[in-house]
């Protein structure tokens, strides 16, 4: 090939890349650092041991380099176990990826001591602790024995297995027929006497209503032992 000729085809080529841009990338590190510090702000205030784990952002990302960029939750998205979250360029014409995240949230949750069985009320020593990653287990598990002690099992339920809200029933402290007394309250006085028949079934903070021996229906609040409150 002539000489001229391997020059000429040189400039062309030359002329050819100068004609198209270099690849912009924007820079995974900065994406990664923008997301670790809106997870730190939303772990934050959670009462357990929290962690986090970022997915891969590919470097060769094709994105357009943003200094100014945002990170949010989709809507319906939570920051616990397996979640996204929305990265966007907040200038003119900027762009949106969503980056996958694993939120581990340690804490102690409650398991049954010893085998339940069905229409049993739960005390304290049916109770044990387990540690483990809250995230990873179903919704409604219950970590404080509060939330459990006084209840009845729904279910029979095998030692050891994790206690979920929805395995448990609130113990009925007033039922329909029961013979109650009625506590009447309201500004600067408290009155307790007067007694009824309870008309409905109620848990702890339900409202029930009651018939009085004159034969008076009244609204008031169930509490344990038996007592109505009915607030003027």
């Known amino acids: 090939m002539p000489h ?3 020059y000429r085809l040189f400039l062309a080529l030359l002329l050819l890349a100068w004609s198209f841009p270099a690849a912009a990338y ?3 590190g900065l994406v990664k650092k923008t997301i670790e ?11 357990w041991q929290a962690s986090y784990s970022i997915g891969r952002i590919d470097p060769q990302n094709n994105l357009q380099p943003c200094p ?10 939570r920051v616990w176990g397996n979640t996204t979250v929305k990265v966007r360029c907040q200038l003119d014409g900027g762009w949106n990826i969503f980056v996958p995240v694993r939120i581990r949230v340690v804490g102690d949750y409650l398991i049954a001591a010893r085998p339940l069985i069905q229409g049993q009320t739960i ?27 006084g209840r009845t099992a729904a279910q029979s339920i095998t030692a050891g297995r994790p206690l979920r809200s929805d395995m448990l029933r609130q113990t009925m402290v007033v039922q329909q027929g029961q013979g ?3 506590l009447s309250k309201g500004p600067g006085f408290q009155v307790t006497g007067g007694e009824g028949r309870a008309l409905n079934n109620a848990v702890e903070g339900q409202v ?3 018939r009085l021996a004159n034969g008076h229906i009244v609204s008031g609040i169930a509490r344990a032992g038996g007592v109505v409150e009915v607030t003027y």
Not at 37 to 47: R, S, T, W, Y
Not at 70 to 76: A, H, I, M, Q, T
Not at 129 to 141: M, Q, V
Request: charged share 20%.
């Open 4 to 6: 001229s000729t391997k």
């Open 26 to 28: 924007q820079d995974p």
């Open 37 to 47: 510090d809106f997870l730190n702000i939303q772990i934050k205030g959670l009462p």
């Open 68 to 77: 100014a960029l945002e990170v949010s939750l989709p809507p319906g998205a």
């Open 123 to 149: 005390a304290e020593d049916d109770l044990a602790k387990n540690r483990g990653d809250l995230a990873s287990l179903p919704n409604g598990i219950l970590t404080e024995a509060s939330q459990a002690v």
């Open 180 to 182: 109650v007394k009625v």
């Open 208 to 210: 029930v209503q009651v």
